[in-house]
């Protein structure tokens, strides 16, 4: 990391009033653990800061973390208008307003006199928001519903893009992108260190553990690196408590989890030559488990740790309004949103969701795991 970037960091957030610390739609433990250290290091600078991710909260399994805090789906208010009526010609007399379609109709009524269309101007605020913090987001599409929503926002406003991946498109006004490291709590552990050793402790040792623990599948991911292991001692040595991130992130899975997690298993293929396992879960397994959609991610993992030689994990299941849905799992060098892209891949290269048309999920097993199967072999 170069001199420069973590002095632009530090300089730019010192100057915010107000950042936001955005995540991609499909957002990881290792995005929320690094969110909530940025966020706390803005809490030192006297600088409240928000989490916010179209996909919604943080995992409860990560409420252990003294430095957890809530996260919302939606930007909300972050700028008003202003009509401004000169009252030289009139003064005001009553002022209503109604929605009418998708229209607001302001009726201002005078006491004497009238005004003209030159006496009116409409002003827009400034931003409620005055610094993005993009951690672990390759482009702006990837924020989903928070870009499409708010784009204006996101195109005239410094932007900070913190991340590891070798897909990001440094969209940002200050990249901070570690290609050497594992996972983006990795690159924020370096930031730290480079701005001021202190900011690293226990707890922020713990929360940046928690993210490379899981990013990492407790370090038995295959692009684990000497180095990445190294900055791990360095966080126990900062007293990150490692018995609770085992106990949080792995030892408690609710019944209704393993449930789920018996019913995928049971149905566990696998084709070895090419590194790939699938599975399926009906609407009625979900009904018998009594788990969500929420428990599906997890099981993924599981799968890929359970098959060593497996490169890509998919997981079919119908959704409560009947249609068929996919999770699709890649390691490198494969990439998920370009293995589900004829299936409206959305998501990022490490996990995509996909969306089918079929409403019958064994006709949905063929022909996804036809295409899937073909383009692995010609990999």
């Known amino acids: 990391m170069s001199l420069a970037l973590f002095q632009q960091f530090h300089e730019t957030l010192k100057r915010a009033k107000r950042p936001v610390v955005v995540l991609r739609s499909e957002p990881s433990v290792d995005d929320f653990t690094a969110a909530f250290s940025i966020a706390a290091l803005c809490k030192t600078l006297g600088v409240p800061c928000a989490i916010v991710t179209s996909g919604g909260r943080a995992p409860d399994a990560l409420k252990f973390l003294s430095v957890f805090q809530d996260v919302v789906g939606d930007l909300g208010n972050i700028n008003a208008l202003t009509l401004r009526v000169k009252l030289d010609h009139a003064k005001v007399d009553g002022l209503t307003y109604a929605v009418n379609g998708n229209d607001l109709v302001v009726t201002i009524t005078p006491k004497t006199g009238s005004w003209q269309p030159s006496d009116v101007h409409i002003e827009s605020n400034d931003y409620r928001f005055d610094l993005i913090i993009a ?97 791990a001692q360095k966080l126990m040595e900062k007293k990150a408590d490692r018995e609770a991130i085992v106990e949080h992130l792995y030892r408690t899975r609710s019944v209704e989890t393993l449930r789920l997690w018996g019913r995928a298993l049971a149905r566990l293929k696998a084709d070895e030559s090419i590194g790939f396992v699938w599975t399926l879960i009906t ?38 309004t009947g249609t068929i849905a996919g999770q699709l799992f890649a390691q490198r060098p494969f990439d998920a949103l370009v293995l589900g892209a004829p299936f409206r891949a959305t998501g990022t290269r490490e996990f995509a969701h996909l969306s089918l048309t079929q409403t019958d999920i064994v006709s949905a097993e063929r022909g996804v795991i036809s295409h899937l199967k073909t383009s692995l072999r010609q990999k």
Do not use: W
């Open 135 to 231: 951690i672990g987001t390759p482009d702006r599409s990837s924020l989903g519903a928070l870009f499409s929503t708010y784009a204006d926002f996101f195109v005239k406003t410094p932007t900070v893009v913190i991340d590891h991946g070798p897909e990001n498109e440094h969209f940002g006004t200050i990249n901070i992108i570690d290609l050497t490291a594992t996972s983006v709590s990795e690159v924020c552990f370096n930031l730290f260190t480079h701005i001021d050793a202190t900011i690293v402790t226990s707890d922020i040792a713990t929360t940046l553990l928690t993210g490379m623990m899981s990013k990492t599948k407790s370090f038995r991911a295959p692009n684990v690196s000497p180095k990445t292991l190294e900055i």
């Open 283 to 320: 609407k009625q397994d979900f009904v018998t488990a009594g788990a969500g959609d929420d428990a599906l991610r997890d099981i993924a993992d599981e799968l890929l740790l359970t098959s060593p030689s497996a490169k890509v994990a998919l997981i079919l299941f119908e959704t409560q």
